[in-house]
């Protein structure tokens, strides 16, 4: 399965996400805390991708897009948080 992911950001809110004929199949969203920090606030998949690691892919898509633009990650949706509790590897972002 092709996954395409998108990344859009207006004012202060953003979201890493998946669309399909117009649908939003899957999505994290995020708002700014400041310039160079965001908080990831909530990440939904629809039952038609679950369980083919879309979310992992979504947070995996913005941990890479935070390292680019120098920008830290601190996450009050559950999904998230326990990524970066669970990963080492992503905490270099991370300001939790």
Same mark, same amino acid.
């Given at each position: 399965?092709?996954?395409?992911?998108?990344?859009?950001?207006?004012? *202060? *809110?953003?979201? %890493? %996400?998946? !669309?399909?004929?117009?649908?939003?199949?899957?999505?994290? =969203?995020?708002?700014?805390?400041?310039?160079? &920090?965001?908080?990831?606030?909530? *990440?939904?998949?629809?039952?038609? +991708? &679950?369980?083919?690691? =879309?979310?992992?892919?979504? +947070? @995996?898509?913005?941990?890479?897009?935070?390292? !680019?633009? @120098?920008?830290? =990650? +601190?996450?009050?949706?559950?999904?998230?948080?326990? &990524? %970066?509790?669970?990963?080492?590897?992503?905490?270099? =972002? %991370?300001?939790?």
């Amino acid at each position: 399965m092709e996954i395409r992911i998108e990344h859009a950001e207006e004012g *202060t *809110t953003g979201a %890493f %996400f998946i !669309e399909r004929e117009g649908m939003r199949l899957a999505e994290m =969203v995020y708002s700014r805390s400041g310039p160079a &920090q965001i908080i990831i606030s909530h *990440t939904e998949v629809h039952e038609r +991708l &679950q369980g083919h690691g =879309v979310a992992r892919k979504l +947070l @995996n898509e913005l941990i890479m897009w935070a390292r !680019e633009t @120098n920008t830290r =990650v +601190l996450a009050t949706c559950p999904y998230a948080s326990a &990524q %970066f509790a669970k990963d080492p590897s992503i905490r270099d =972002v %991370f300001d939790g």
